[in-house]
């Protein structure tokens, strides 16, 4: 049971980081790392505006 949850888990983690990098938000994935909080907030916030 315990080593379902560490997929789920982990599946989870990944999912999140590459939502919060192809939404433009590079410095939450380099965190998130770390602190995988971040990629949940990276992955919630919207999508960056490119600027001209």
């Known amino acids: 049971m315990g080593w379902i ?3 789920i888990y982990f599946v989870l983690l990944v999912t ?3 939502l919060s990098l192809r939404k433009g938000h590079w410095i939450m994935f380099i965190v998130g790392l770390f602190i995988p909080l971040f990629w949940l907030i990276g992955a ?3 999508r960056r505006v490119a600027r001209m």
């Open 5 to 7: 949850l560490g997929i």
């Open 16 to 18: 999140l980081g590459v």
């Open 44 to 46: 919630l916030m919207p």
